[in-house]
């Protein structure tokens, strides 16, 4: 397991207060993905996506476009499926939310990575990938701007380290948080990097996903970029993610500080 890369953070700070000097917003688009059936939520949440779930009154949904909208993102792609004139009923164009809103709507389940490539001409450029169901606690804009010091990335993923990585599987870096190897979950407990489930890709990407079949983020497309030697690095951060999959998880998120901060 390598060390936390060197990243130039004093460099990549100072490019952040100039752009909140000059109250400049990104241009990089944030896609979410909200298609999800939330078949473990069979009995607790029955009459809306997974991502409309309230917590602490106020649904999901909102709870991760706030974080998206304090790092500057102000144009999201809804990658909706499931339930999703529910979704649109309630951002509509964003405009409430101070954001401009696409959608994408996918026919049948495809998958994680299925349902980016399903919303591929909305995504011409590298972009934000998010979970509609688990919030990252990482600073998104230095993560989009640690991605943009290397044009030739193919991907960046937000890496929390874990006490015990078992549960989930571990991501290996190099020295310069490079990936190296996804490795399977196991058994015994074990210290390690977790994949916390917030991506930057590079539109080209997409290519490598086939159309109209299920198809995995974690599972399919990071393995097949790493075999075809495509660079992808690690963006380690000091935080924690949630995700509200099971009843349990929604119940821990309800008295989490992430769920009960002051509107920005």
Known sequence: MGPICPIPWADIENRRKQTRRMGV??????AILAGGLASRLKGVVDDRPKCLVEINGQPFLWHLLRRVRKAGFTHVVMLTG?????????LDNGSAFGLEVEYSVEPAPLGTAGAVKHAQPLL??????????????VDLGLMRDAHATSPARSATIALCRMDDASTYGSVVVDTANRVLRFDEKCPEPAPGLVNAGAY?????VLNLIPAGVPYSMER??????????MPVYGFQFQGEFIDIGTAERLTIAAQHPL??????
Do not use: C, W
Request: no cysteine; hydrophobic share 40%.
């Open 25 to 30: 917003k990104t241009t990089m688009k944030a």
């Open 82 to 90: 499931h339930r999703s004139n529910a979704v649109r009923d309630y």
């Open 124 to 137: 011409p450029d590298p972009f934000l990938l998010l979970n509609g169901d688990t919030l990252v606690d």
């Open 200 to 204: 930057i890709l590079a539109p080209e």
């Open 220 to 229: 399919d497309l990071l393995p097949s970029l790493l075999t075809r030697q």
């Open 259 to 264: 769920f009960n901060a002051p509107p920005i």
